[in-house]
């Protein structure tokens, strides 16, 4: 076998991350508020751009969202780009289509621009964010985590909860004692006094946690007006204390804090922004559109280029001139893809589940990511990365999009369930049970299945009790002392 030099052609496939790759992931996963952010940025830097007006049409997808997610994009959209993929797995689609405008030495400069996504939120948490990182550890189940994020929404600075529980349920298409068991959530989270709708019940919540709220307590919390008043002989006869129980009740009382949300990020909460937009006209079709609000158009200033080109005479000038209109192209192509990304995934949101924004969380489906992302032709990342940090807003709220991506059981259709809205069947039923005849879980599988469920006693049993619903004996015994009481 002889040994030397020689030549070898050989084919292969490698991935190649070029800087505009990378760039085009991270402008995906911001927010619509973070792309405000950074197009400020962007037009600081480059002389070349400038905001467009921002286009109002909304655009139109059928109610079964049959129409093709491009139907449902913003018009500023070219009919040649596709919904932007960013699977590191594929390769670098530019350097077979020698697309001048996408040249990495134009995406690299802008990398060097680009400030990282952490750098640019706001170094101050806020209450919502303090509430929201513990809410997941704390919930039982996936739809009171769902409703407790929803009622973490809806509190001032102050952490009052301003709305209506029945409302609140009537727009979710919940009970309202589930929103009850929310709210208990969040009132549970620190600081305690949050979530409390007056200023009686969070010094209630506090009293509890510092378990002080003994009758006297409570009979003094109750009557905060004679507090005001300077009514304490009238007090300490209604509390049944004497003057030195009464100065420590008083001292314990003015110890509380009557806006616990206050000490959290010092300010006001900023609310959540929508970044998708969802509504039905008066033939009941669904029209999904982007928040153009907070999301500036950008376009070349052509003009303004040619000047400078016309004044560019070294070498070094035309060079930095070529550079910027490349950076522009980029991110306007890059921006437009990354919407018709987001509208693509929002349309599917919308088909799978229909029956939630028609009817409420009962009528969620188990959905995976990879599922929306096998029928717009995507991959997993892609759509993980589009569905974070981001919301939608419907006449039930606003959510955000990963909400909508749940587990399941079988169900006689041959579609499947979602998880959450079998527990909420569960707890509807066994709230609505007769004191005198209490279901068993084997009951409970018959009355689930006879409505389409198709769900193992034991499956029950587990739902049952991740929802704190004792056993049929449990449950007889706590509804008899109820009556008893």
Same mark, same amino acid.
């Given at each position: ?44 830097? #480059? ?41 590191? #797995? ?30 640019r939120r706001s170094a101050e948490t806020t209450l919502a964010d303090h509430l929201h990182a513990q809410v997941g550890a704390m919930a039982e189940t996936l739809e009171q985590e769902f409703l407790a994020r929803n009622l973490i929404d809806r509190l001032d600075e102050a952490g009052y909860l301003d709305a209506d529980l029945h409302d609140v349920a009537a727009d979710l298409g919940v009970g309202p004692s589930e929103v009850e068991y929310a709210l208990a959530l969040v009132q549970s989270l620190d600081p305690t006094g949050v979530g409390a709708r007056g200023l009686a019940e969070c010094l209630a919540l506090q ?81 999904? @559109?982007?928040?153009? @609000? ?33 950076? @522009? ?43 929306? @992302? ?112």
């Amino acid at each position: 076998m002889a040994l030397g030099p020689r030549l070898d052609l050989r084919q292969s496939q490698s991935l190649v991350m070029t800087p505009q790759l990378q760039q085009a992931i991270k402008l995906l996963a911001l927010s619509n508020l973070e792309i405000e952010t950074f197009i400020g940025d962007a037009l600081e830097a #480059n002389p070349l751009l400038e905001a467009g007006e921002v286009r109002r049409e909304q655009p139109e997808t059928s109610d079964h969202a049959e129409v093709a997610p491009e139907e449902a994009s913003a018009d500023n959209f070219s009919d040649t780009d596709a919904p932007l993929d960013v699977n590191p #797995n594929a390769l670098d689609r530019d350097r077979d289509t020698g697309d001048g405008e996408w040249g990495a030495s134009g995406a690299a400069s802008l990398a060097e621009d680009l400030t990282p996504i952490e750098d640019r939120r706001s170094a101050e948490t806020t209450l919502a964010d303090h509430l929201h990182a513990q809410v997941g550890a704390m919930a039982e189940t996936l739809e009171q985590e769902f409703l407790a994020r929803n009622l973490i929404d809806r509190l001032d600075e102050a952490g009052y909860l301003d709305a209506d529980l029945h409302d609140v349920a009537a727009d979710l298409g919940v009970g309202p004692s589930e929103v009850e068991y929310a709210l208990a959530l969040v009132q549970s989270l620190d600081p305690t006094g949050v979530g409390a709708r007056g200023l009686a019940e969070c010094l209630a919540l506090q009293a509890r946690e510092a378990d002080r709220y003994d009758p006297c307590m409570e009979r003094l919390i109750d009557n905060l007006d004679l507090v005001a008043a300077g009514e304490f002989t009238r007090l300490k006869r209604m509390c049944d204390v004497d003057d030195e129980d009464f100065a420590e009740m008083l001292a314990e009382l003015r110890s509380y804090d009557p806006k616990p949300g206050c000490r959290i990020g010092g300010g006001e909460a900023m609310a959540v922004v929508p970044d998708v937009l969802l509504s039905r006209d008066d033939q009941g079709h669904w029209k999904i @559109a982007l928040n153009q @609000a907070t999301l500036p158009r950008l376009v070349v200033n052509r003009g303004y280029f040619l000047e400078l080109r016309d004044g560019c005479t070294d070498k070094a000038s035309r060079l930095w001139l070529k550079e910027k209109l490349t950076d @522009a192209n980029w991110l306007i192509k890059a921006l437009d893809q990354r919407q018709k990304t987001i509208l693509a995934v929002s349309s599917q949101l919308v088909k799978k589940q229909a029956g939630f924004f028609r009817h409420g969380v009962s009528e969620l489906r188990p959905l995976t990511l990879r599922e929306v @992302a096998e029928e717009i032709d995507m991959h997993e990342s892609t759509v993980s990365r589009v569905t974070s940090n981001k919301y939608l807003h419907c006449d039930r709220g606003t959510f955000e999009l990963k909400y909508f991506f749940t587990s399941g059981v079988g169900s006689a259709d041959g579609e499947g369930a979602s998880s959450e809205a079998v527990k909420a069947r569960i707890k509807a039923l066994t709230d609505a049970e007769d004191p005198k005849k209490i279901l068993s879980d084997d009951k409970l599988v018959a009355l689930l299945k006879a409505e389409g469920f198709d769900i193992a006693r034991r499956t029950v049993a587990k739902y049952r009790e991740a929802m704190g619903v004792g056993s049929s004996v449990q449950r007889r015994r706590q509804k008899k002392l109820a009556a008893m009481g």
